[in-house]
């Protein structure tokens, strides 16, 4: 007979339950432009002062914080802004702190405080970050994005 904390852990569940698509075919043709360099801050406002004043690319990751040496990540949620990251980045932990939050981001920005990571990179030269955007889109599908290239989301939704 459950007990009453199997039903709180298993809300606790469904409320942790994501879906992701691993599809290696589309890996493998992911083509970005030479140049990005990638930083890794925790989603903190600690964090602030770290995160450049540029346009650029930016992505929600997930990393379990635990005692293990097994490096493992979770691609949550990819973005562009024209405006500076600093900007996009504050805009988000004001919104996380509001109790606002869009509904893509609900399931991600309050509900991994300490594990939650804020991933950016300018964009060179002769790109565009929407251009980034999209091949990191169509290349790994995360959970939290619902813009994905319609030829990759018609034949994710046929199965």
Same mark, same amino acid.
């Given at each position: 007979?459950?007990?009453?904390?199997?039903?709180?852990?298993?809300?606790?569940?469904?409320?942790?339950?994501?879906?992701?698509?691993?599809?290696?075919?589309?890996?493998?043709?992911?083509?970005?432009?030479?140049? @990005?360099?990638?930083?890794?801050?925790? =989603?903190?406002?600690?964090?602030?002062? $770290?995160?450049?004043?540029?346009? &650029? !690319?930016? *992505?929600?990751?997930?990393?379990?914080?635990?005692?293990?040496?097994?490096?493992?990540?979770?691609?949550?949620?990819?973005?562009?802004?024209?405006?500076?990251?600093?900007?996009?980045?504050?805009?988000?932990?004001?919104?996380?702190?509001?109790?606002?939050?869009?509904?893509?981001?609900?399931?991600?920005?309050? @509900?991994?405080?300490?594990?939650?990571? =804020?991933?950016?990179?300018?964009?060179? $030269?002769?790109?565009?970050?929407? &251009? !980034?955007? *999209?091949?990191?889109?169509?290349?790994?599908?995360?959970?939290?994005?619902?813009?994905?290239?319609?030829?990759?989301?018609?034949?994710?939704?046929?199965?």
């Amino acid at each position: 007979m459950p007990q009453v904390n199997d039903l709180i852990d298993g809300a606790q569940l469904t409320t942790h339950t994501h879906e992701f698509t691993l599809w290696p075919r589309q890996w493998t043709p992911l083509q970005l432009p030479p140049g @990005l360099q990638w930083t890794v801050v925790p =989603f903190s406002a600690l964090s602030t002062d $770290a995160i450049v004043d540029v346009p &650029g !690319v930016y *992505a929600f990751v997930i990393r379990p914080q635990t005692p293990l040496t097994l490096e493992t990540s979770y691609l949550m949620y990819v973005g562009k802004t024209d405006r500076p990251l600093a900007v996009r980045f504050r805009e988000y932990l004001r919104e996380r702190d509001s109790g606002e939050i869009r509904p893509k981001l609900l399931r991600i920005l309050p @509900l991994y405080d300490r594990h939650l990571f =804020f991933a950016f990179t300018p964009v060179p $030269a002769g790109s565009t970050p929407a &251009g !980034v955007e *999209a091949a990191l889109l169509s290349a790994f599908i995360p959970p939290g994005n619902d813009q994905i290239d319609a030829h990759v989301n018609r034949i994710r939704k046929a199965f």
